[in-house]
Nanobody
Framework: QVQLVESGGGLVQAGGSLRLSCAAS????????MGWFRQAPGKEREFVAA????????VYANSVKGRFSISRDNAKNTMYLQMNSLNPEDTAVYYC?????????????????WGQGTQVTVSS
């Protein structure tokens, strides 16, 4: 079992930046990839980005490509999401999750060990 804790959310003005963190503990050695998802009020949870834990593969949703950057620090068992040029459409609760086997996919199915989420609010 892997436990995930997100942090770094907050309120920011449009055009601003935030960096989210996802700290992992437990049986992290069995993790193939980790991903960020988000869920806005009244909408389904959607894929944002994912990274292979051993490095080499990164996938972004088209809506964040060029603005968001995902990275990980294996020594700290932590994944990050640097979010730049934020706009109100990025407002959501952001979650991290793990994937135990390849390939990296964009659907929530296949991901588990969901964190509790961190709120990101972008004001116009």
């Amino acid at each position: 079992q892997v436990q995930l804790v997100e942090s770094g959310g907050g309120l920011v003005q449009a055009g601003g930046s935030l960096r989210l963190s996802c700290a992992a503990s437990g049986r992290t050695f069995s993790t193939y990839a980790m991903g960020w998802f988000r869920q806005a009020p009244g909408k389904e949870r959607e894929f944002v980005a994912a990274i292979r834990w051993s490095g080499g593969s990164i996938v972004y949703a088209n809506s964040v490509k060029g603005r968001f950057s995902i990275s990980r620090d294996n020594a700290k068992n932590t994944m990050y999401l640097q979010m730049n040029s934020l706009n109100p459409e990025d407002t959501a609760v952001y979650y991290c999750a793990t994937k135990q086997s390849p390939p990296i996919t964009v659907a929530t199915i296949g991901y588990g060990n969901w964190g509790q989420g961190t709120q990101v609010t972008v004001s116009s």
